[in-house]
């Protein structure tokens, strides 16, 4: 409404997302009346103004007499007196058709005051104090201290200090602070010679990527001062002047940006017209990767390694959102994942997604995905962990607070040499994949969301429920959890789209897929995309519909991951890298490989962690096509914890998309 000019509100006055500052008026006059100088009422916006200051008026000398409460008094220099209402003075400051003059020298200065009394040591304070004592009654009474408390010549000095500081300052006590530490000769002892040749040995000597050593330095400094006669610096001179240089600056040269990222600056405080990292729920959101620190099993007690957790939070709420967990590393495959159980809990994408520099995240797919539902991505800075804190923050907790507490953590590998058979972590290993999943989806969704933040002061979701019921729940954002959806998280082939062959179908990753619907569009070329967790299954947009293809060797395709044929396409390129020429993979190649005992030694590993992770697939899966896109009024009463698994419906569904 305010951007079709249906209500009027002052962009200048406040921000929009500081709703109890944010004036909203129906017209424009109104808006012009409600912001204008009659809202800033009070003491005019000068600086240092006072009974005293100078003020130039009209080409004329004023000085001002009176600060009152509703006047302002000023006195030219032919004896005028005239008095300004405060309105009208503050309007020809804010005109500037009036200015006060800067202090002559000779003027009072408040602002010594406090600086004087800043850089007063606690020492200094209580002889100041002190000496205060006994020049008050000499001031009163005419009463002189004792001579064996202070000497006369003393007390004199003292109180003529006072009296100085009190004609330059307006504060005698100021006088009467000890300036010891303004003792002696504070000019530099070395000659200019040995000062410009110890600046240049730490510029181009000292700070350099050889990362030399401040006495490798300084003997070259010697050496050089004593070819040029000059007086050679201390190595504790030198070590000083060292330490004094900017630590930043110092870093980025004797080791580079990364290094000298962990000594920049970090600004604590933002300003004003900063934005805060996400105004509402659902505005900026982050995903991020991390391998777990804890070894997993499968059901019958193999050992599969550490799995890979995806996290997607909520920067306005520090609330998790979605995870995923798997034991591939990272891909599209673990981002489509969290983006499904992120719809399938809430309903919605984010407006703004924040990732890092991962190749997962610039696939054409992923962007596509992003730009059809209208989210942002952004990409933070590479090296800049800051600007990940949001996630780095949360996969700390997890590990501290969770992950570090189980059977078979992986804590005491960061010292590799104190592992041993007995405490190595792999034979200590109990947690199955899905039970592992499980009782993250309870930590995320039921203890993490409702412990108090310290820097919110309220728990994940009670900051979130709040934020969506001042920011809104924005219906027209919401998204249907259904066959379209998911469709569109499908990964394509690099050209996006294959021909129909005659007989044979479309060919997908070195395999063809058949439906009966290419009988008739033989020649034709189709979009086409393909589910990266079953390889016996392709879909293919063929007169205005996804239809389900089928691989030509459908029977050893089913239920193979892509992980799973890449393994296999990359032992067959290995062992025909002598004929690569000629060598070509085929459908029926890769079948017979892919059922070959040798092939079951190579790929019994991933087969195993597919098996585990399938039932969290199907958890994500299973509502798809039943529900349409739910409020986050529903959502909340939905998101705690993930639904049960049920290996036969979800199969049933998962099946038929």
């Not at 066959?483 to 690099?494: I, Q, V, W, Y």
Request: hydrophobic residues 40%; glycine residues 8%.
């Amino acid at each position: 409404m305010i951007a079709a000019d249906a209500l009027y509100v002052d962009l200048r006055a406040a921000a929009l997302v500081e709703r109890s500052k944010v004036k909203v008026f129906s017209t424009s006059e109104a808006c012009k009346l409600g912001t204008g100088n009659s809202a800033r009422n009070g003491r005019p916006q000068a600086v240092g103004l006072r009974c005293g200051s100078r003020i130039s008026w009209d080409g004329r000398d004023w000085t001002v007499v009176n600060l009152g409460e509703t006047t302002f008094g000023l006195l030219s220099g032919t004896q005028d007196l005239v008095e300004l209402p405060i309105s009208t003075f503050d309007k020809l400051i804010a005109e500037n058709r009036l200015r006060v003059m800067a202090a002559e020298p000779g003027e009072r200065a408040e602002p010594v005051i406090p600086d004087r009394l800043s850089r007063a040591s606690e020492g200094d304070l209580h002889s100041a104090v002190y000496r205060a004592g006994l020049i008050g009654p000499y001031l009163d009474e005419g009463v002189m201290p004792a001579s064996a408390v202070v000497a006369s010549r003393t007390f004199f000095r003292w109180l003529a200090s006072y009296r100085e500081a009190e004609v330059a300052w307006g504060s005698g006590f100021l006088g009467l602070l000890p300036q010891s530490g303004m003792r002696g000769n504070r000019e530099p002892k070395l000659p200019a010679l040995s000062r410009r040749l110890l600046q240049e040995f730490i510029e181009t000597d000292y700070e350099t990527l050889k990362q030399k050593t401040k006495y490798a330095s300084w003997i070259g400094l010697k050496l050089a001062c004593e070819k040029q006669a000059a007086p050679v610096p201390s190595y504790k001179t030198f070590s000083l002047a060292v330490r004094q240089r900017p630590a930043f600056d110092q870093t980025l040269k004797r080791k580079g940006r990364r290094a000298s990222y962990q000594v920049a600056t970090f600004f604590w405080q933002l300003d004003a017209c900063t934005p805060r990292h996400g105004d509402r729920p659902f505005e900026i959101v982050h995903i991020d990767h991390t391998e777990l620190d804890v070894e997993c099993v499968g059901a019958l007690g193999h050992r599969l390694g550490r799995p890979w957790l995806t996290l997607l939070t909520d920067a306005y709420s520090r609330r998790m959102l979605a995870f995923y967990l798997t034991f591939d590393p990272p891909s599209y495959r673990s981002c489509m994942m969290v983006l499904r159980e992120c719809v399938r809990k809430f309903g919605r994408i984010p407006q703004i997604l924040v990732v890092d520099g991962g190749r997962e995240f610039e696939s054409t797919y992923f962007e596509t995905l992003l730009a059809r539902y209208e989210c942002t991505k952004k990409t933070r800075p590479p090296a800049e962990a800051r600007f990940g804190s949001t996630c780095e923050r949360l996969f700390g907790a997890a590990n501290t607070q969770f992950i570090h507490n189980l059977s078979g953590n992986t804590q005491i590998t960061r010292n590799v040499r104190q592992v041993t058979k007995s405490v190595d972590p792999k034979g200590h290993a109990i947690w199955p994949l899905a039970e592992l999943h499980s009782r993250l989806a309870e930590y995320f969704y039921e203890v993490h969301d409702t412990i108090s933040h310290p820097a919110l002061g309220l728990s994940p979701r009670e900051t979130y429920e709040k934020g969506l019921a001042s920011g809104g729940t924005r219906a027209h954002r919401m998204i249907a959890y259904n066959d379209e959806f998911l469709m569109m998280t499908l990964p394509t082939t690099s050209k996006g789209t294959a021909k129909v062959t005659i007989s044979r179908g479309v060919k997908i990753n070195h395999v063809y897929y058949w439906c009966e619907a290419f009988r008739l569009t033989e020649g034709e070329v189709v979009p086409v995309r393909y589910d990266p967790f079953d390889a016996g299954v392709a879909y293919a947009f063929v007169r205005k519909q996804w239809l389900p293809c089928h691989s030509e060797c459908f029977a050893a395709m089913k239920g193979r991951t892509e992980r799973e044929i890449m393994l296999a396409s990359a032992e067959l390129h290995r062992r025909n890298r002598n004929h690569a020429g000629t060598f070509h993979i085929t459908a029926r190649r890769l079948a017979e490989f892919l059922e070959s005992v040798e092939a079951e030694e190579l790929l019994l590993t991933q087969r195993l962690r597919d098996a585990e992770n399938r039932p969290i697939r199907l958890g994500i899966v299973s509502n798809a096509g039943t529900q349409d896109a739910q409020t986050p009024e529903t959502a909340a009463s939905k998101d705690r914890l993930p639904p049960p698994l049920d290996d036969g419906a979800a199969c049933e569904v998962y099946g038929a998309f």
